[in-house]
């Protein structure tokens, strides 16, 4: 079901729809037990990924900023936007990656788990690039906690945990590695039946 002829009405209202789907769960998340609570999943990136596999990486790309701007609309922000940066940032490393494979190849089973693969590899790497250079100092600042006390968050539930590095190699990691897992099972659950899902549009 590639969209060859560009932008086109029914790929627009595919687009929209898995915008407020994906906006809908991104609502519904939750804390992990062994990361810190400003870290939590939602399955939001369940939607983006099939539109970007029915539509291709630039409407993966698009979906996953309206999801965002959406969220902000029904719900302001709780982490001064540094949450919602984060989730659109890492986001976009797992889905556009994973869009990209997948679209210009069979949707079968061999090529979604590749897809999905190289989109959870690279969100890893891009989460914790983005949470060392950009997100947990903007937390600090925003919310004016040093980040000694960040770290400390870390420290808590992880005892080799000791500054920004330990931080992020073993609670974002872990947590980005979670992530990506649960959301690359569920949608390989989903692929099988990726067409008759969105021949109901």
């Known amino acids: 079901m590639k969209n060859k002829n560009g932008i086109t009405p029914r790929a ?27 870290y939590k999943v939602d399955l939001s990136e ?3 990924l099939i539109g970007g596999f029915t539509l291709g990486p630039g409407y993966a790309a ?11 609309l029904f719900k302001p922000t709780e982490t001064a936007y540094v ?15 994973a869009s990209w494979w997948i679209y210009r190849r069979k949707k079968n089973l ?5 897809g999905l693969g190289i989109g959870t590899l690279l969100m890893v790497l891009a989460g914790g690039l983005f949470n060392y250079f950009v997100l947990l100092p903007a937390y600090s ?14 420290t808590q539930l992880v005892p080799w945990i000791h500054d920004a ?14 992530k ?19 021949r109901k549009f």
């Open 141 to 154: 600042v925003l919310y004016k906690m040093p980040m000694e006390q960040i770290i400390s968050m870390g």
């Open 12 to 38: 627009m209202v595919i687009a929209a729809l898995m915008a407020a789907l994906a906006c809908l769960l991104m609502m519904w998340d939750f804390p992990l037990p062994f990361a810190p609570s400003f």
């Open 62 to 72: 698009l979906i996953e900023g309206l999801k965002v701007l959406l969220r902000l």
């Open 83 to 97: 949450g919602e940066l984060a989730n659109f940032l890492i986001g976009i490393a797992l889905v556009v990656p």
């Open 180 to 198: 990506g897992f649960l959301i690359s099972f569920l949608m390989l659950l989903l692929v099988p039946r990726l067409n008759v899902i969105l």
């Open 46 to 48: 369940i939607p983006v």
């Open 110 to 114: 061999i090529s979604a788990c590749l």
């Open 165 to 178: 590095f330990t931080f992020v190699l073993l609670a974002t990691t872990p947590f980005n590695l979670f």
